[in-house]
């Protein structure tokens, strides 16, 4: 026993190998060896009648899924309703993680985390139903139905659309762009904030010039969360709509259905690059540090 | 990414259906040794499970003990056990008489069916004509031995040996019973029943903006039966037989309703909920929908308009790779048996396919009132089928729409 503790010692490599390469394997025959049967699959032709994939291979899946206007369209549409919900979360985690962080009395920060967190205990359904609920239209045609939360309180609501793909998903996310951002404003030492004010920076400066650039890994990790879960869900979407939006997780659940595996899987080539050039992009501002 | 979206679907339609999905557990599990009631039971039921089979290897000749469990994949509201309502409940008189436990997986769509099947881990499905075509090309399903089935002998003859449901004289499963997707609407909007498609088709309808509409791209004959009627000279005689002009002029017109579509539905308990909130106020519906929202409280109606209607004649098909046949067989007895036949027919609102059924339902007016027996008041509702190059209403100088183009151009429309 101890002369293989001595071996191991001296061959580190291999210890390391024993120790990650279970876990190692699975992540690439499962994970990557998965992903990449989809990316094969995307290329076998469907046979119309029996509407399974055949061995014969194609590329009008890819074809169709890349050039089809009506497709491109329902992809730029995702990317947008993704881009606006890691905005909205930004413009409302970085004031509320700012004040539980730096701002809040130190017995009432915890509190104020377990609040931020606590919507992640519910179920991700009963959310999505809640939001239905508030959003529901009031009466129409004289006939009144009485209306959600939002119609009987304030006499508006956006209804079942865009805005309420938007609102539902943005509260869905949230907590996943405060935590990072208050990871980050915890790790800045006070004593850069006090050295700012002893050269004369007024407040906002201090912000401008020391916190935010310190925190762009932080807000950029957070959008991968945000960005990545809007642009790929697709229950919320037909949930707060009556399934009036499609985003493009929609389109592969549909295509899916139909059942037309192949160009499904050529769908799920458009989330997989546009996620891959986002990663791309949050690392090179230090996403990955700071997850 | 694929796989979670499927676990997250799976989550989902768990969810909407959870009273249905999970069946109650009846007679008793550990012994698969049962007694039948209905279907012959081999003498020398020795232990093995798979049946004898005929000269072609397909069909089994006769029918060993139930195997104790049977996995359907059905219509909502097609096997009930009493979870949904005590009072409707014709598989646990089944799980009692066979020891064979029932498990069902909901689908929502035939499209989802087909799927469903193809992973080969059910022993049969209630399939509408649109699937049950695509079910046989891809080697699914298996041709059914009617001898050991009993009941199949007083199913309604026109319903039999169907384009359908059989193949050169071979019948692929047995007809459960059929009926047509019917107009709802909203009784405090219309004072009179409307008559015809056209509230959800024309911009001026009364129910503009909460129209409810089947998502599924067979809902384009929808259009197509509308078209019929209104626009004759496109010489529309099938509306699952459309070429290309016919069939643009049917998406033109569903990008009309586009405009005032207040929900796509595919989940039938979605628009349970839009028609009980009055969200809906006219959509395409089934009988069943109609029962169950008017149960809590809904006030809607339901007509078949003028122009006809699309609707469904579904087979309970046996798949080819069945782990339970027995019970399968025993199951395909029973729910066209006379007495289980009526109850599903009336909680769905269909009308049976077991000529005997009529005189057991609980409403005495029941065959009449859905036509049961009436060749006459089918002519004009179009069963859902699988539309294919070759144009089903036998014309041969055009090619018609292929479901896969209707597929495609419906995720256009819905996008």
Known sequence: MRALGRFMRRHRRLSLASVLGAPVAWMLVIYIGSLAFMVVSAFFRLDGLSQKPTNELTGDNIKTAFTTWTYVEVVLKSVGVAVVVTTLCFVIALPAAFYISKVAAPWARRGLIVAMLLPLWAGYLVKGYAWKAMLRPGSEFGIDTGGGFLNATFGWTPGFGWIAVVLAESYLWLPYMILPIYAGLDRLPPSLLDASGDVGARPMRTFRSIVMPLLVPAIAAGSIFTFSLTLGDFITPNLVTEGKVQMIGNLIQRTLGAPNQPLAAAFTLWPLLIVIVYLAGMKRLGAFESI | ?415
């Open chain 2, 1 to 415: 990414m694929t796989t979670t979206h499927r676990s997250l679907r799976r989550l989902l339609a768990g969810a909407a259906v959870l009273s249905v999905v999970a069946v109650a557990c009846g007679g008793d599990d550990d012994d698969a040794a049962v007694t039948t009631t209905a279907a012959p039971v081999a003498t020398d039921a020795a232990p093995e499970t798979d049946p004898p089979v005929d000269d072609t290897g397909t069909m089994p000749t006769e029918l060993g003990a139930g195997e104790g469990e049977v996995n359907l994949i059905a219509w909502a509201g097609y096997v009930e056990d009493g979870s949904t309502d005590p009072a409707v409940d014709w598989v646990t008189p089944f799980e009692e008489a066979t020891g064979c436990q029932v498990n069902v997986q909901l689908g929502n769509s035939s499209d989802e069916m087909v799927q469903l099947m193809q992973t080969g881990e059910y022993d049969g499905v209630s399939a509408s004509g649109d699937a049950t075509l695509r079910l046989i090309a891809g080697g699914e399903v298996a041709p059914v031995n009617t001898d050991l089935i009993p009941n199949y002998a007083d199913v309604f003859p026109d319903l039999k040996l169907q384009k359908h449901n059989s193949v050169e004289g071979v019948p692929y499963g047995v007809p459960h019973g059929r009926g047509a997707n019917l107009l709802v609407y909203n009784t405090d909007l219309y004072t009179t029943a409307p008559d015809s498609w056209g509230e959800m088709f024309e911009t001026d309808s009364a129910a503009a903006g909460s129209v409810s509409v089947y998502d599924s791209p067979i809902y384009i004959a929808d259009a197509a039966v509308y078209l019929m009627s209104t626009q004759p000279e496109l010489g529309i005689t099938n509306p699952y037989s459309l070429d290309q002009t016919q069939f643009d002029a049917a998406m033109a017109l569903l990008e009309q309703q586009k405009g005032i579509v207040g929900q796509y539905w595919a989940l039938y308990t979605d628009q349970q909920a839009a028609l009980e909130g009055g969200t809906a106020l006219a959509g395409t519906t089934w009988q069943v929908i109609v029962n169950l929202a008017k149960a809590n409280g809904a006030k809607i109606d339901a007509v078949k308009p003028v122009e006809g209607a699309t609707g469904w004649s579904d087979t309970w098909m046996i798949s080819s790779k069945a782990a339970h046949p027995n019970c399968m067989y025993m199951w395909m007895d029973h729910i066209i048996s006379p007495q289980a036949n009526a109850e599903v027919a009336e909680w769905f609102g269909e009308a049976p396919a077991n000529t005997a059924s009529c005189d057991l339902t609980a409403d005495p007016d029941h065959c009449s009132t859905y036509h049961a027996g009436e060749t006459d008041y089918w002519t004009d509702v179009w069963y859902w089928t699988t539309p294919e190059e070759t144009c089903l209403d036998g014309r041969t100088d055009v090619t018609c729409v292929p479901y896969t183009e209707w597929v495609n151009a419906w995720n256009g429309l819905r996008s």
